[in-house]
């Protein structure tokens, strides 16, 4: 594989959920974006979603039980894609894979599924890598802000395949724009960021010592369990 990650071929992965918590909360979709074009899958999580989450991504308990597939087969298909990947190289983008990879890893579990050869695969997060090399740039860093900031064109912001799209040309912007990050090697950008994302913990952490907040911010990444 050529060492220009960046110019080669990726495989994009987001979800959408029915909260934030890792460890609890449910995949409802997920998308892989591939060369070939765009892989959805709607699950009925089997646990209502929160009005709070149908209000960011529009995934009504009405629309996965007349729709949705049933999470361990749905779950294994999205795994399976994902084992191809490793197996064959690619790497897997997503942006604050922590959440991602993490709750996928959770849902797997919860459903007896193998999990990911995690150590494998090369995984890259342009949330990371923009805050490596634009780390004193003020204002939020969501997906659309950060997107906009690279000239990145987000449509269908909140559902997995407009969000999978546009972190895949999001990571391709920024391997291109900086050298340091697009002239490595996938496993070693993805042994970077690890180093980076644990660094970047640290630093947010101390700016919550300076404020008098007693927070803890989890080095671990890609998964955080």
Same mark, same amino acid.
Request: charged fraction near 25%; charge should be negative; aromatic fraction near 6%.
């Given at each position: 594989?050529?060492?220009?990650?960046?110019?080669?071929?990726?495989?994009?992965?987001?979800?959408?959920?029915?909260?934030?918590?890792?460890?609890?909360?449910?995949?409802?979709?997920?998308?892989?974006?591939?060369?070939?074009?765009?892989?959805?899958?709607?699950?009925?999580?089997?646990?209502?979603?929160?009005?709070?989450?149908?209000?960011?991504?529009?995934?009504?308990?009405?629309?996965?039980?007349?729709?949705?597939?049933?999470?361990?087969?749905?779950?294994?298909?999205?795994?399976? $894609?994902?084992?191809?990947?490793?197996?064959?190289?690619?790497?897997?983008?997503?942006?604050?894979?922590?959440?991602?990879?993490?709750?996928?890893?959770?849902?797997?579990?919860?459903?007896?599924?193998?999990?990911?050869?995690?150590?494998?695969?090369?995984?890259?997060?342009?949330?990371?890598?923009?805050?490596?090399?634009?780390?004193?740039?003020?204002?939020?860093?969501?997906?659309?802000?950060?997107?906009?900031?690279?000239?990145? $064109?987000?449509?269908?912001?909140?559902?997995?395949?407009?969000?999978?799209? $546009?972190?895949?040309?999001?990571?391709?912007?920024?391997?291109?724009?900086?050298?340091?990050?697009?002239?490595?090697?996938?496993?070693?950008?993805?042994?970077?960021?690890?180093?980076?994302?644990?660094?970047?913990?640290?630093?947010?952490?101390?700016?919550?010592?300076?404020?008098?907040?007693?927070?803890?911010?989890?080095?671990?990444?890609?998964?955080?369990?």
């Amino acid at each position: 594989m050529s060492e220009q990650w960046f110019a080669g071929p990726l495989l994009g992965f987001d979800t959408e959920t029915t909260g934030v918590d890792v460890a609890g909360d449910r995949i409802v979709q997920a998308a892989l974006i591939a060369e070939a074009g765009p892989s959805t899958w709607l699950i009925d999580p089997g646990v209502p979603i929160p009005p709070g989450a149908t209000r960011v991504h529009g995934i009504t308990d009405e629309k996965v039980k007349a729709e949705g597939a049933a999470p361990e087969a749905a779950l294994r298909e999205v795994a399976d $894609a994902l084992r191809a990947a490793i197996e064959a190289e690619v790497p897997i983008v997503a942006f604050r894979a922590g959440f991602d990879c993490t709750l996928l890893s959770y849902e797997l579990e919860r459903h007896g599924l193998p999990q990911l050869a995690w150590d494998r695969a090369a995984i890259i997060d342009p949330s990371v890598l923009d805050k490596r090399v634009d780390r004193y740039r003020r204002g939020k860093r969501t997906l659309g802000v950060t997107a906009a900031h690279y000239g990145v $064109a987000h449509a269908q912001a909140h559902s997995a395949v407009g969000d999978a799209e $546009a972190t895949v040309a999001l990571a391709r912007a920024i391997g291109a724009m900086y050298p340091e990050v697009g002239g490595l090697t996938p496993r070693d950008l993805h042994d970077s960021q690890v180093r980076w994302h644990a660094e970047d913990a640290a630093s947010l952490e101390e700016y919550f010592r300076r404020k008098g907040r007693e927070e803890t911010v989890d080095r671990r990444w890609p998964l955080c369990r």
